[in-house]
């Protein structure tokens, strides 16, 4: 693939990184660099998976607009299943987070087109719950949502909707047998193989053991 980087600082990171590069060598290189939006855009350029994770940790949260950010969303569309799940929660994790601006687009995400924003409206939903923060009073508008909706979303989506109605179902008793009707209504991630110490997906179990663990 032909990089469209600009600089020599930017062509270096290139040629230095690659697919076998870990996750703790990028924050160490993160680390070194600190921040530079210019030269994360240049990553960002490359089309490339491993630069771009780079790029989402210097980039700079106050630089990014609302077109930035869908289009940055948009961009990660072009990577398998599993690079763009992890570009996405790396976006969230390390900017989206970080300055109530970007915190406040998430709010407006729940019947986006591009369905990595839908995934992360969902995910952030599902974090105010087991995070200990009061959670928005809208629990009953997202179970009516889930239960119309998850059986026909993208599995990435499905993933971030049961998860928000298990910790409903979790932390929140007066919905809990309701979020229970809904794994066993849509039978998701029913008879799933997880390894051990994890918890399994399928909401009756997943509830039942997560409320276990806080008694």
């Known amino acids: 693939m032909t990089h469209q980087a600009v600089t020599a600082k930017a062509q270096e990171l290139l040629e230095q ?3 076998e590069t870990l996750r703790g060598e990028l924050r160490k290189i993160a680390k ?8 994360a855009m240049e990553l960002w350029s490359s089309q490339e998976y491993t630069p771009r994770l780079l790029a989402l940790l210097i980039m700079d949260k106050k630089q990014l607009s609302a077109d930035d950010v869908d289009r940055i969303i948009l961009d990660m569309e072009d990577h398998d299943y599993d690079q763009r799940i992890s570009l996405m929660d790396w976006f969230y994790a390390n900017q989206l987070t970080k300055l109530k601006k970007l915190q406040n687009l998430i709010d407006g995400w729940q019947h986006s087109e591009i369905p990595l924003q839908r995934r992360t409206f969902w995910y952030y939903q599902a974090r105010q719950r087991w995070t200990g923060q009061i959670p928005p009073d809208n629990t009953e508008a997202l179970l009516d949502a889930i239960e119309a909706d998850i059986v026909d ?3 990435e989506v499905q993933f971030t909707m049961n ?3 298990g910790w409903i179902g979790v932390y929140d008793e007066q919905y809990r047998d309701r979020c229970i009707a809904i794994g066993e209504k849509t039978g998701l991630y029913k008879g799933e193989m997880v390894s051990k110490g994890c918890t399994p997906s ?3 179990e997943f509830i039942a053991i997560e409320v276990e663990k806080r008694q």
């Open 17 to 19: 990184l690659g697919p």
């Open 32 to 39: 070194e660099i600190k921040m530079d939006h210019a030269i």
């Open 153 to 155: 979303e993208k599995p």
């Open 163 to 165: 998860l928000t109605a």
């Open 202 to 204: 399928y909401l009756p």
